[in-house]
């Protein structure tokens, strides 16, 4: 398996609150990615990363920041969480050119906003 | 817009047989397709990473196959067994590398 940790596995939050969630991982790969995944929606690309400070938007970035200033970290925040982004978030891993080579899902982390 | 789409949704056969998943895509412009499977309350595995300029990719008891001009790839699952119950999605990278991805089959393998 693919070195990758998310942290924390489960979180209960308060609407408003901000949150944070971390990916580590120990590849070294160049690429990583934040996503969600919820009933009837399937897996929804948030935001990803093709470097060190070098980040882009996804499907569904509203509500959401990232950060990476370390090739083994990708942070994401939830600026004031709501209850619409109560969701299993998964943070992947690819390398290649563009990143099309195999992606590897970290454990994932069950966020609940109340 | 690429779409990818998976049939069936679900599926249920007896231990010991054959299968063949389906995954259709609207748009033979892309990179990689790749298969995994997501066993309940879990993370993605994956499964097999096919390359655009390959025909098909073989590990163990799977073979995946891609025909970009039919816009189809197939995973067959050779004797099936019941820890192969769970979903697998297919997902492949367009032109833009962005990962786009099927709803998911369901497989339930019975014993």
């Known amino acids: 398996d693919a070195g990758i940790t998310q942290s924390p596995r489960h979180k209960v939050t308060e609407t408003g609150t901000p949150v944070t969630l971390r990916c580590h991982q120990t590849?070294?790969?160049?690429?990583m990615y934040w996503y969600r995944q919820d009933p009837g929606h399937g897996l929804r690309l948030i935001h990803y990363s093709y470097g060190v400070k070098d980040t882009d938007k996804g499907e569904v970035s509203d509500g959401y920041s990232v950060s990476r200033s370390k090739t083994e970290d990708f942070l994401l925040t939830l600026e004031s969480a709501t209850s619409s982004q109560t969701s299993v978030y998964f943070c992947?891993?690819?390398?290649?050119?563009?990143?099309?080579?195999?992606?590897?899902f970290g454990p994932g982390t069950r966020l609940t906003v109340l | 817009k690429q779409e990818v789409t998976q049939i069936p949704a679900a599926l249920s056969v007896p231990e010991g047989e054959n299968l063949v998943l389906n995954c259709s895509f609207t748009?033979?412009?892309?990179?990689?397709l790749q298969w995994f499977r997501q066993d309940p309350g879990k993370g993605l595995t994956s499964l097999l990473l096919i390359q655009s300029s390959q025909r098909e990719q073989t590990s163990g008891r799977l073979n995946a196959s891609l025909d970009k001009s039919s816009g189809r790839s197939t995973l067959y699952i050779a004797a099936s067994q019941p820890g192969d119950s769970a979903t697998y999605l297919c997902?492949?990278?367009?032109?833009?590398?962005?990962?786009?991805w099927g709803a998911g089959t369901k497989l339930i393998i019975k014993p």
């Open positions: 997902a492949l990278w367009d032109s833009n590398y962005q990962l786009i």
């Open positions: 748009d033979s412009a892309i990179y990689n």
């Open positions: 992947a891993i690819s390398g290649g050119s563009g990143g099309s080579d195999t992606q590897y």
């Open positions: 590849e070294n790969h160049r690429y």
